[in-house]
């Protein structure tokens, strides 16, 4: 998998301390791909804890459509405020993350 997303211009970043979890980014811009700049594309092995806590915060942001908001809210400001520091950005929505894995029942 590693080896296929980056032949179409992904950079593995490692776990990025997320155990079972391998992030990609898509640094190259003004290339012929540039969707692939607007997410962050994480990779989990199909039996992984880190999986399945994924899909259940999205399902539970699917059917709540206010946390869903905020949480959009949350993470539009962080990226604006620290576009270039992602532990910055990552401590600035933690607290909105906690809250929502609280709701949806994930042990954090």
């Given at each position: 998998?590693?080896?296929?997303?980056?032949?179409?211009?992904y950079?593995?970043?490692?776990?990025?301390?997320?155990?079972e979890?391998?992030?990609?980014?898509?640094?190259?811009?003004?290339?012929?791909?540039?969707?692939?700049?607007?997410h962050?594309?994480?990779?989990?092995?199909?039996?992984?804890?880190?999986?399945?806590?994924?899909?259940?915060?999205?399902?539970?942001?699917?059917?709540?459509?206010?946390?869903?908001?905020?949480?959009?809210?949350?993470?539009?400001?962080?990226?604006k405020?620290?576009?270039?520091?992602?532990?910055?950005?990552?401590?600035a929505?933690?607290?909105?993350?906690?809250?929502?894995?609280?709701?949806?029942?994930?042990?954090?």
């Amino acid at each position: 998998m590693k080896n296929l997303l980056e032949s179409i211009g992904y950079s593995h970043e490692g776990d990025l301390r997320v155990k079972e979890r391998h992030a990609f980014t898509y640094p190259e811009y003004g290339t012929d791909n540039p969707h692939l700049m607007t997410h962050h594309l994480y990779v989990c092995p199909e039996y992984s804890e880190e999986l399945k806590r994924h899909i259940i915060f999205r399902d539970y942001l699917r059917l709540h459509p206010g946390d869903r908001d905020w949480y959009g809210s949350v993470k539009t400001l962080a990226a604006k405020y620290y576009p270039e520091d992602i532990d910055a950005y990552m401590t600035a929505k933690h607290p909105c993350v906690r809250e929502i894995f609280c709701k949806c029942g994930i042990v954090y």
